[in-house]
């Protein structure tokens, strides 16, 4: 079945990129998702790319995908403390209804 | 504005009393889902509704329940709930059942069981 790995900590310094990987077994997802979910919140929609792009920019976010290796990273620039949450990779897939597949979670934690 | 709203934040219960959930949204999307997020995991799909059908996750408990009365509203009933369902439950909608579609998540609502 699908299955999302994500690693589960990361910890940056203020104003440095923090990078956040990804990888999916199933090639068949047609998008892939970032959500990001503060303490006792719910998740909120950062970015999603679709499977024939490589590359995908907004703001401070660069979203890479490697089709091949199966593997995506989420970049954030300029990491800020407001940064601090859990990132979750997410795969939709096709063939059915809109199924999404989350990883475990990448805790960031961005210290002065 | 919020889009996915979810009522109470909070919600306590006693083991065993029967609870519901709610979630209303503002963005008129066809699809309204219900996750629990358990602590440090990630969200895991109860059911959903395309519009007015009902689509269950074969692991979801049966004492686990939905109701969708209209397009805006969505509820979740647990019928006696134990001490394993405590919980943060996500609502999240998506205009519609394709994948290129993302879903929009409520703040959810946290469950304690007494």
């Known amino acids: 079945g699908e299955d999302v790995e994500q690693s589960l900590f990361l910890s940056v310094r203020e104003g440095d990129s923090s990078v956040i990987n990804c990888t999916y077994t199933?090639?068949?997802?047609?998008?892939l998702y970032w959500y990001k979910q503060e303490p006792g919140a719910g998740l909120q929609l950062l970015t999603y790319i679709f499977s024939n792009m490589d590359m995908k920019q907004d703001q401070r976010l660069t979203v890479l995908l490697n089709k091949k290796d199966k593997h995506l990273s989420l970049r954030i620039a300029d990491t800020q403390t407001g940064d601090s949450a859990i990132y979750f990779c997410?795969?939709?897939?096709?063939?059915?209804?809109?199924?999404?597949?989350f990883g475990a979670g990448t805790r960031l934690a961005v210290h002065p | 504005d919020a889009m996915v709203i979810q009522n109470p934040r909070y919600q306590v219960t006693q083991f065993g009393k029967p609870v519901t959930l709610s979630c209303s949204q503002t963005?008129?999307?066809?699809?309204m889902y219900w996750y629990q997020q358990k602590s440090s995991q990630a969200p895991k799909l109860l059911f959903h509704?395309?519009?007015?059908?009902?689509?269950n996750e074969a692991d979801t408990p049966d004492n686990f329940q939905s109701r969708r009365p209209n397009t805006s509203f969505c509820f979740l009933d647990i019928r006696s709930p134990g001490l394993g369902d405590a919980a943060m439950y996500l609502c999240?909608?998506?205009?519609?059942?394709?994948?290129?579609?993302?879903?929009?998540f409520g703040d959810g609502t946290r469950l304690s069981i007494l």
């Open positions: 999240a909608t998506s205009r519609d059942q394709n994948s290129n579609q993302p879903q929009h």
């Open positions: 199933d090639s068949s997802s047609t998008y």
């Open positions: 997410a795969g939709g897939f096709s063939g059915g209804y809109n199924k999404l597949i």
């Open positions: 963005l008129n999307h066809n699809v």
């Open positions: 509704y395309y519009d007015k059908d009902f689509n």
